[in-house]
């Protein structure tokens, strides 16, 4: 597949190295054709993208106009720097010292990532970004919120929390960002967002982002945008977006020992694998553990300390494999997932597309494997029927797929995997049924 032409090259390599000699100013980069400040397209360059995504090409130039935006695209196109551009730009020649523009984003893992982008982007500018979210002490975000940054990057509830303490200052806002509304909304925070929008000053410009249109958020969009100008990335189906799928049939009780037999395969690199549900996804980390295989977890019921570590020794590569259920693995940024693996098929199709845009992001490439009890066909059928192809079954050779279910045991984690064949193998040992 050839690569879409904004894939990311490390910040290592300059862009300028691969500009041909003699480049004349029609030659200039998508982002130069962008209204932005050199000082922001240095920050551009220097985060390592060399073309827009279709979402910023089409939001920035509206953005830096001053209008209201509704923008929708699929996960993994660029939302956060299609509005952390502009938003920067508006602000270049504010002063110091005050919140100019707030980021409400439903996930510390998602204000968290935003706020790293943020550092990048603004790295030329005098603007500071700070992350508001629950989990962690208050007071450096305190000290935030009193000045110490112009932009603040919130999830909710805990903006709420220190709103109630009275030393929040909105009244020089200029900009309000509704980041990934569609899941702000799924997860309750309807109520308290509106508490927040009401705190707001009105003469300002809002921009919503959101993955997908459900009828709640265009109605939030209709009671807080002005004039809105809709931008909307045409929805591709995930196949487009370079990701191999491969269903495996497999008996629910087996599912545990099939995936230590695929983690066997030495190209699955790193590998973030998807449980339905909390309980699910520490059973099986610890029995990857006993099977050999180092995990981390990431659930809701984790600190956000835990998080952090279990993301960072993903990133560093120090467990190659990361169990996490939906909802955390929300804003997890890892370049260069190697494999999702949907140990559980998602009742919703809309979870599959999220998840597998977890690998693939921003145009790599990415395989997807999802074990299938024959009691979640029915949600594959459905799941292949959205995004609009079939998904090839395939059986892992050399798998004893006839070993008997344990007695007194229901389904999930299968029983601790028996060691031979523990051979790693470069080649692929997954094969199509024809
Ligand atoms: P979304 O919010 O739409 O899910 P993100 O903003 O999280 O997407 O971006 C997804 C990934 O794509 C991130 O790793 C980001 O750094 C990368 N990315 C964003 N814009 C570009 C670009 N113009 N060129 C290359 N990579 C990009
Ligand atoms: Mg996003």
């Known amino acids: 597949m050839t690569p879409q032409p904004w894939v990311r090259v490390p910040s290592c390599m300059s862009a300028d190295k691969d500009t041909p000699p003699n480049t004349s100013p029609s030659d200039a980069t998508g982002f130069d054709r962008l209204p932005l400040h050199s000082k922001l397209r240095k920050g551009v360059q220097e985060i390592g993208y060399l073309e827009p995504t279709p979402i910023q090409r089409d939001t920035i130039p509206h953005a830096v106009a001053g209008r209201d935006i509704i923008g929708t695209a699929q996960t993994g196109t660029g939302k956060t720097a299609a509005f952390l551009l502009p938003l920067l730009e508006r602000l270049l020649d504010e002063p110091r010292g005050r919140t100019l523009a707030l980021i409400l984003t439903p996930t510390r893992e998602l204000a968290l990532q935003a706020d790293g982008f943020l550092r990048k982007l603004a790295g030329h500018t005098h603007l500071r970004g700070a992350a508001v979210y629950g989990g962690v002490g208050m007071a450096d975000q305190e000290r935030a919120l009193r000045g110490g940054a112009e932009i603040i990057i919130a999830t ?20 309000l960002v509704l980041d990934e509304a569609d ?161 559980d098929v998602p009742h919703e199709p809309e979870t599959y597309v999220h998840r597998v845009g977890r690998t693939a992001r921003a145009q790599q490439r990415g395989d997807a494997y999802t074990l299938v009890a024959p009691e979640e066909e029915p949600d594959l059928v459905r799941i292949e029927r959205t995004i609009g192809m079939r998904i090839d079954r395939a059986k892992v050779p050399g798998f004893s797929y006839e070993a008997p279910r344990p007695p007194g045991r229901s389904g999930g984690p299968g029983p601790r995997p028996s060691h031979q064949d523990r051979r790693f193998s470069q080649r692929r040992r997954v094969y199509r049924r024809r």
């Open 156 to 175: 909710p509830g805990r903006l709420l929390d220190h709103m109630g303490r009275g030393y929040v200052n909105f009244r020089a806002l200029r900009i």
């Open 183 to 343: 899941r702000m909304l799924d997860m309750g925070f309807l109520p308290d967002v509106r508490r927040i929008l009401r705190q707001l000053p009105s003469q300002r410009q809002t921009m919503l982002f959101s993955a997908t249109m459900p009828p709640e958020v265009v109605s939030l969009s209709r009671e807080f945008l002005r004039d809105p100008k809709m931008v909307q990335v045409e929805e591709r189906t995930v196949a487009a977006v370079g990701v191999t799928h491969l269903a495996l049939p497999v008996p629910s009780h087996l599912k545990t020992d099939l995936l230590l037999n695929l983690l066997q395969d030495a190209t699955m690199t790193s590998v973030l694998v998807f449980t339905r549900t909390k309980h699910r996804a520490d059973r099986l980390a610890q029995q990857l553990a006993r099977g050999g295989v180092a995990a981390g977890v990431i659930h809701g019921n984790r600190s956000q300390n835990q998080r952090v570590r279990a993301l960072e020794g993903f990133r560093l590569g120090e467990h190659r494999v990361l169990v996490a259920t939906d909802i955390a693995a929300r804003g997890v940024d890892v370049k260069d997932v190697s494999h999702v693996v949907n140990f």
